[in-house]
């Protein structure tokens, strides 16, 4: 009887319950459920908002298309034209009547997906017509209209005294030409002002960079001067040639007022010996980074006029 009261009035201590490696089993069991239903949810909001991509890039399209019928085939020369205005979807759009045949490229973008639709791309194919941005990423422009020397569009804005420039086809970083200087070595700091780009630009920051090729020991800078802005010259300290192709990035520049009409950069020697030097591959965009070379021939880049007369956009490659 005793035992029976004790029993009673003090039940067992040892009372059955989770082990610590069942409750670890069951947090890793709902992780794994967790997981799988947050990959779904993704899964099926990420497919509702390609959908909506898809969607409004082909009613815009058909918009595009529809105004053309009624305008002698004349794309719009924007999208406000077409009654078009951005919403969850964002367009982009780019227009040429004066191409033969005519040309025109829409992008719509909405959150990290990017579709883009065209006069020679009918169907909606993923990324972006080329000059335009994707998936949140924002386009640069390469303000400098003939940055490789690629054709005898004007190139050269002048030169300094002792100094012969050309075109040369024997030297080239990117594509078949680049600009040739010969100094005769007569007056220090003689050189040429080329790769120019004339325009209004806002005021702001400004980087410039370059290859060159010269004379193996020879001393030459670089400089960007700004027209019409009141903003100063920008230079690099000397650079000794190696003989090979070297880039040649400029500091950040910057232009206090908005009526710069022209940007000049330009490469002159230190000493007053005879160099030759070529140039190829010029940047000169908005902002203080240094990107990797691109223009409108670049992929997925486009001129914004003339090829290799004109600014060129495009993603930063």
Do not use: C
Not at 46 to 59: C, E, F
Not at 267 to 273: D, G, L, S
């Amino acid at each position: 009887m005793w035992a029976s009261l004790i029993n009673h009035q003090y039940p067992s201590k040892y009372r059955q319950g989770f082990t610590i490696v069942e409750l670890l089993i069951v947090i890793v069991v709902i992780g794994i459920l967790a997981a799988i239903t947050i990959v779904a949810f993704n899964g099926v909001q990420n497919r509702a908002k390609v959908g909506a991509v898809q969607s409004a890039l082909a009613q815009v399209n058909k918009k595009i298309l529809a105004y053309a019928v009624t305008n002698s085939d004349q794309y719009p020369p924007d999208l406000a034209a077409a009654g078009v205005a951005n919403g969850d979807t964002n367009f982009q759009y780019s227009v040429n009547n004066n191409a033969s045949p005519r040309t025109y490229g829409l992008t719509a973008t909405n959150g990290a997906f990017s579709y883009y639709v065209s006069n020679a791309t009918t169907q909606s194919t993923l990324g972006g017509y080329p000059g335009h941005g994707t998936a949140g990423t924002a386009t640069i422009t390469n303000l400098i209209l003939n940055p490789s020397a690629e054709t005898n569009a004007t190139f050269i804005a002048g030169a300094g005294g002792g100094v012969a420039i050309s075109r040369d086809t024997s030297q080239s970083f990117f594509g078949v030409a680049s600009i040739r200087a010969v100094t005769d070595g007569t007056i220090v700091g003689s050189g040429t002002q080329h790769l120019t780009t004339t325009g209004s630009y806002p005021a702001g920051t400004y980087r410039a960079s370059l290859y060159i090729k010269g004379t193996a020991g020879a001393q030459v800078y670089g400089l960007l001067r700004p027209y019409g802005s009141g903003g100063a010259d920008t230079v690099t300290p000397a650079t000794t040639m190696t003989g090979a192709w070297q880039r040649l990035e400029l500091p950040t520049m910057t232009v206090i007022s908005s009526t710069t009409t022209q940007f000049s950069l330009m490469i002159r020697t230190v000493t007053a010996i005879a160099t030759t030097f070529w140039v190829d591959g010029a940047m000169l965009v908005e902002g203080s980074n240094i990107y990797t070379y691109a223009d409108g021939s670049s992929s997925n880049w486009a001129w914004n006029g003339t090829a290799h007369n004109a600014t060129s956009t495009g993603m930063p490659l």
